[in-house]
């Protein structure tokens, strides 16, 4: 019988490559969600609706591996990606980036579904819930879409191939892939009738909230090209959470004391990257960036040149500090930057900068700092763009970045990687910014076209 290699709840326990007609039995010893609580504990459950993706970052120019131990000791698929090869998953290999995100895909489809006709809750609890699966769905769309399909462009997303569209609670639904304007029009449905059900503040990091979902209306509305849009929904996160932690008060105290990601005012939603405390070692062009900006505390924190067994190179040293795993979900410190941007190509230099500084104020050291000016919007719109690689490396956007900004001539840039003296280069909107899709999917699903990679 076929299968499409997704996931199936049913309520606590959860099987892979679940056969056509699993969903008409209930499992022995097991509970099939039918009320309000139910529901609840699905989305509850971290493990599965947080873990996300964090490939990404491989593929960009955040990432250079100075030593042949480096990326051997991160395995093939990491190489191969690294050095845009073909061929990166054998046949046998999962794709833990898609699985986790088609798994909250169907856990966001079996709430949608079961709220339908599950007893109990107060309809404020019911609508919080509802909108929580929305928003869900739409960060995992939003997600796939841009890791395993072209970057959006008016003039052929209708065309364009992007990736399943799912929207109900089937293990035995054919997996083609719906166009990438078909799932961004998903994603925006369903944030748009999220912010009418969620509310301002949840219990939790890892719950959305209003302001997640604005959020996430900035983030796709940048993503592609909707800047009036992106900086109203920008201005309206910050609005109801607009809050920034101010780097000067780590600067000095133990690396243990720096906010974690489920504690840090600036934090909109969880989403944990599907590969912690990866090796990172921080490409010279990044450290370009970061050298332009004097007194960076991001640098200072986050940056480590002594992490054994390999001294004088610069690691990412983020996530050791707490041990907190990176997390690729939306901040308010993003929030800013996509309100700057958008104001910069709207011809405000003024506004631009005035958030650049605004948040420079909370990661520059105070001794060192110094407003930032613009020339005009274009100087702007290149000192806010700047200020976002710094602020937001290893926080799974480098990637789309890269792919919309390409579009734009002035922005193209051809990507080098180097491994033991061999070179490899990835030039401006190259098919090898898609992802591929594991053969193991595609075996299982034929009707599930793959990336071209040669």
């Given amino acids: 019988m076929r299968q499409t290699y997704l996931y199936l709840l049913c309520f606590v326990a959860i099987v892979s490559g679940c056969k056509k007609d699993y969903l008409d039995i209930k499992p022995k010893g097991k509970v099939i969600p039918s009320t309000y609580k139910d529901f609840r504990l699905i989305l509850n459950s971290t493990s599965n609706m947080a873990s996300s993706y964090g490939q990404d970052e491989f593929v960009t120019d955040n990432v250079e591996f100075y030593e042949a131990q480096g990326l051997s000791y991160l395995g093939n698929s990491s190489y191969k990606l690294h050095t845009w090869q073909n061929n990166v998953y054998v046949s046998t290999d999962n794709d833990s980036q898609w699985s986790n995100l088609y798994k909250q895909i169907y856990l966001s489809n079996i709430v949608l ?3 339908k006709t599950a007893t109990g809750g107060s309809e404020k609890d019911r609508n919080q819930l509802m909108g929580e699966a929305m928003v869900h769905r739409a960060f995992a769309y939003f997600s796939l879409v841009n890791i395993y399909a072209t970057q959006y462009v008016a003039a052929t997303a209708s065309t364009d191939p992007g990736v399943p569209l799912l929207l109900e609670p089937t293990t035995s639904a054919q997996l083609v892939r719906a166009s990438v304007q078909a799932v961004y029009d998903q994603v925006f ?16 990091a890892f719950e959305p909230s209003l302001p997640a979902a604005y959020s996430l209306l900035a983030r796709a509305s940048l993503q592609i090209g909707k800047y009036a849009d992106a900086l109203q929904y920008a201005s309206k996160t910050i609005e109801l959470k607009g809050a920034l932690a101010d780097y000067n008060d780590f600067a000095a105290a133990p690396a243990s004391t720096f906010p974690l990601h489920r504690n840090n005012p600036e934090t909109l939603l969880m989403k944990n990257v599907n590969n912690s405390y990866s090796w990172f070692s921080m490409s010279h062009d990044l450290q370009n960036v970061f050298g332009s900006s004097v ?4 640098f200072q924190i986050l940056f480590t040149s002594t992490q054994d067994p390999f001294v004088g190179y610069v690691y990412y040293n983020g996530e050791f500090l707490a041990f907190d795993t990176r997390t690729v979900g939306p901040t308010v410190a993003e929030m800013y930057l996509i309100r700057a941007e958008c104001e910069a190509r709207a011809n405000n230099a003024g506004g631009a900068i005035q958030d650049v500084n605004l948040l420079r104020k909370k990661r520059v050291l105070k001794a060192s700092y110094v407003d930032l000016t613009a020339s005009s919007a274009d100087d702007a719109l290149v000192k806010v763009l700047a200020e976002r690689r710094r602020e937001l490396c290893f926080r799974g956007l480098r990637l789309f970045d890269l792919k919309r900004l390409n579009k734009e001539p002035r922005f193209e840039k051809t990507l080098t990687h180097s491994y033991k003296g061999e070179n490899f280069e990835l030039k401006p909107n190259d098919y090898r910014y898609l992802f591929p899709i594991a053969p193991k999917l595609t ?12």
Avoid: C, Y
Wanted: hydrophobic share 30%; aromatic share 0%; charged share 20%.
């Fill in 443 to 454: 075996n299982l699903n034929p009707e599930l076209t793959p990336n071209q990679r040669n």
């Fill in 295 to 298: 007194g960076d505390l991001r």
């Fill in 189 to 204: 449905i369903d944030l748009n009738k999220a912010v009418t059900l969620l509310s301002v503040t949840s219990t939790s």
């Fill in 113 to 115: 579904e079961g709220m």
